[in-house]
């Protein structure tokens, strides 16, 4: 994680690069919070929205139907 955030601090140049700086904060947090999880504890709503808010700000849009629906990408869509 902090290699990707000293890469996306120092994105110049790239389409994505302001995308990326704006989303490694989020990320970092969602993935800190995560690692800190009792095990067996991921389905906590509050993740959720964290999730949803780094996708957002990746510029994910959220799956016809919304998230609580998405069963993942076809294998024909891989």
């Known amino acids: 994680m902090e290699a990707l955030s000293d890469y996306c601090a120092k994105a110049w140049g790239s389409p994505d690069a302001d995308l990326f700086r704006t989303a490694a904060p989020r990320v970092k947090q969602l993935a ?45 869509s891989r």
């Open 32 to 76: 800190e919070s995560l690692a800190a999880a009792p095990s067996g504890n991921l389905v906590e709503s509050a993740w959720n929205i964290k999730a949803r808010e780094c996708l957002d700000v990746l510029g994910i849009p959220t799956p016809p139907g919304g998230w609580e629906v998405f069963e993942g990408l076809s294998t024909q």
